[in-house]
């Protein structure tokens, strides 16, 4: 994974105004119905736009999985999350290309930005379904292969036709695909 993956160097760029206007992450999570309680993993983390809005929306009764590979992003999250009076929210956890290092089932697992990165995309998938129960939501968002503004090179990116069929080879149902600013696409769908 690693010639793919993002690179901590350019970590400040995740929060620029641009990306927050345009994805709005607490708004968007509340659409997708992440609610106080839940147990949100963010898988690919970074280091925190989509862990920190989760959880001040899962508030104290719920928690926050934040998983990533690189201890930099992982850093940067910790003390963002500081920052923002959350880290008896957010539990940080460093991960390896396939191995989840989870010891908690989500009922909201998150993947934003990543699955263009990972090379064994079955194997991922797999490892980090293990930690779903039945009725856990899972979402997807990614870079659509037919915009061409910024983001990784379009031979990286996963058309949303091929990972809404591997969702379902895994038993996710009632997928929805939809497209999304800032040159993306969005896929939900339920464990059964």
Known sequence: MSGKRFHPSKKKKLFSEKRLKSLKPAEMLSKLNLKEGDIFVDVGAGNGFF????????????????????????????????????????????????????????????????????????????????FLEKGSRVVFIEWDPDQREEGPPLHHRVKSEQLKAMLEERNIKNIEVKAIDYNSYLISGLKV
């Open 51 to 130: 862990s920190l809005p989760a959880a001040e929306i899962v508030g104290e009764k719920g928690k926050v999985y934040s998983v990533d590979v690189e201890i930099d992003m992982l850093l940067d999250l910790k003390h963002r999350a500081q920052q923002a009076g959350l880290t008896d929210r957010i539990e940080i956890c460093k991960s390896e290309d396939n191995d989840a290092n989870l010891h908690q089932s989500a009922d909201f697992m998150l993947f934003a930005y990543l699955f263009h990165e990972v090379e064994d995309k079955a194997e991922f998938l797999d490892n980090y379904f293990n």
